[in-house]
């Protein structure tokens, strides 16, 4: 899932200071599950903030609403007579949410009350491990289900560095290194015969805004294009 932060409060209240009516949008997806987003931390923020401005020179208010998903038109279209009433929209969903809210109400400013930090796991309650970063091109099949692209501190696909010790990233001696890892998953498999592919460098620079239709809805887009 992805895994979102709440911004620090300052922060927040800087970019809501030359606005006098506000709606806090929370999302019941992916942030609701790692408490950054959802109508609980919508209601605990709306409370900070109201304190916060207590006593300024610019009267401030701020209500809240929390939708399914922020990522999806349906749930956005519950907010197309609220949001008239307000100056501005503050977003507690993850950065794709927050991007959709604002295409959806254009002449709304809308302001981020999270920083989306990554995709990953529910390790435990409160814990929370990055482990994908979304590279477009999975090869977990042939490296034993751990991903290189994100475990690896350079990201290397063939292997690892010079630097490993102990099993261990040189980068620190508290990260596991993601190549030993393989390998030894792979071992323990009987699949190291896979480990022998080269791949060829990855061209990050090259990646532009991605898009996603499935098989059996393309027909569909290609029309309305």
């Given at each position: 899932m992805v895994i979102?932060?709440?911004?620090?409060?300052?922060?927040?209240?800087?970019?809501?200071?030359?606005?006098?009516?506000?709606?806090?949008?929370?999302?019941?997806g992916?942030?609701?599950?790692?408490?950054?987003g959802?109508?609980?931390?919508?209601d605990?923020?709306?409370?900070?903030?109201?304190?916060?401005?207590?006593?300024?020179?610019?009267?401030?208010?701020?209500?809240?609403y929390?939708?399914?998903?922020?990522?999806?038109?349906?749930?956005?279209?519950?907010?197309?007579?609220?949001?008239?009433?307000?100056?501005?929209?503050?977003?507690?969903?993850?950065?794709?949410g927050?991007?959709?809210l604002?295409?959806?109400?254009p002449?709304?400013?809308?302001?981020?009350?999270?920083?989306?930090?990554?995709?990953?796991?529910?390790?435990?309650?409160?814990?929370y491990?990055?482990?994908?970063?979304?590279?477009?091109?999975?090869?977990?099949?042939?490296t034993?289900?751990?991903?290189?692209?994100?475990?690896?501190?350079?990201?290397?696909?063939?292997?690892?560095?010079?630097?490993?010790?102990?099993g261990?990233?040189?980068v620190?001696n508290?990260?596991p290194?993601?190549?030993?890892?393989?390998y030894?998953?792979l071992?323990?498999?009987?699949?190291?015969?896979?480990?022998?592919?080269?791949?060829?460098?990855?061209?990050?620079?090259?990646?532009?805004?991605?898009?996603?239709?499935?098989?059996?809805?393309?027909?569909?887009?290609?029309?309305?294009?």
């Amino acid at each position: 899932m992805v895994i979102a932060e709440i911004k620090p409060l300052d922060e927040i209240k800087s970019m809501l200071k030359d606005y006098g009516r506000v709606l806090n949008v929370g999302c019941g997806g992916c942030v609701a599950v790692c408490l950054a987003g959802g109508q609980k931390e919508v209601d605990n923020l709306n409370l900070r903030l109201s304190l916060s401005f207590k006593g300024e020179a610019v009267p401030f208010s701020i209500d809240g609403y929390t939708v399914e998903r922020q990522c999806e038109v349906p749930f956005l279209a519950e907010l197309d007579r609220m949001v008239k009433s307000y100056d501005a929209l503050l977003s507690m969903a993850c950065g794709a949410g927050i991007q959709f809210l604002a295409e959806r109400f254009p002449d709304k400013p809308v302001f981020p009350a999270v920083n989306t930090t990554f995709v990953g796991v529910n390790k435990d309650v409160g814990w929370y491990e990055e482990r994908c970063k979304c590279c477009g091109d999975c090869v977990l099949d042939m490296t034993g289900g751990i991903c290189p692209v994100t475990m690896c501190a350079k990201s290397l696909f063939n292997g690892p560095c010079g630097g490993p010790k102990d099993g261990h990233c040189e980068v620190s001696n508290d990260i596991p290194c993601a190549w030993v890892n393989i390998y030894e998953r792979l071992k323990a498999q009987g699949r190291l015969d896979g480990i022998h592919k080269i791949y060829a460098p990855r061209e990050w620079r090259d990646q532009v805004q991605r898009s996603s239709v499935l098989e059996e809805y393309r027909d569909r887009y290609t029309k309305q294009s």
